[in-house]
């Protein structure tokens, strides 16, 4: 699979519908919120998720992710939720709408030095290292920035899924 890394805002009957899935309708149903959502309630990150994560989380590992790294809000983000799923296929965290909340607002304290100098402490041990990719990265977070934003506006809970 391709590693790349999408946000939903999820209203309540969404979030419970999700919570309410075996782990194998759960992915069909995050693979159906993709076409379904509103470009508003949907957020494309790529394959920077990875490096977003360890930037906003000071997490080094060479290897896999770990997600208790860092500290609240910004450990939430990516993998600090709700762990819904954790295959060799998929991740897929939860964040609830009070933490959506309090992740907006760190994260919108967050500018592009803060992530280039996060990006060159914490992501050395990337292949794709380098300026370019560190651009990509602060380019993805800013939308991201935004999609959270709005989904703490309306009150939503976010999930975050990768494929792997």
Not at 19 to 40: C, F, K, Q, V
Not at 141 to 146: G, H
Not at 148 to 161: D, G, I, P
């Amino acid at each position: 699979m391709a590693c790349r890394g999408h946000y939903y805002a999820l209203d309540d009957h969404q979030r419970k519908h999700l919570l309410s899935l075996s782990r194998d309708d759960l992915i069909d149903y995050i693979n159906t919120l993709y076409g379904e959502l509103s470009d508003r309630d949907h957020q494309d990150v790529d394959k920077a998720w990875d490096a977003i994560h360890r930037c906003l989380a000071g997490d080094a590992t060479r290897r896999r992710l770990d997600p208790s790294a860092g500290s609240y809000p910004l450990n939430r983000c990516v993998l600090g939720g709700r762990w819904l799923y954790d295959g060799d296929d998929y991740i897929v965290t939860l964040i609830d709408p009070t933490a959506v909340h309090d992740v907006a607002a760190a994260v919108e304290e967050i500018d592009e030095a803060w992530m280039q100098r996060a990006y060159h402490k914490y992501c050395k041990n990337l292949p794709e290292y380098g300026d370019d990719d560190c651009a990509y990265t602060v380019a993805w977070f800013e939308q991201l920035k935004f999609f959270l934003k709005r989904a703490a506006q309306a009150n939503r809970a976010v999930v975050f899924s990768a494929d792997q």
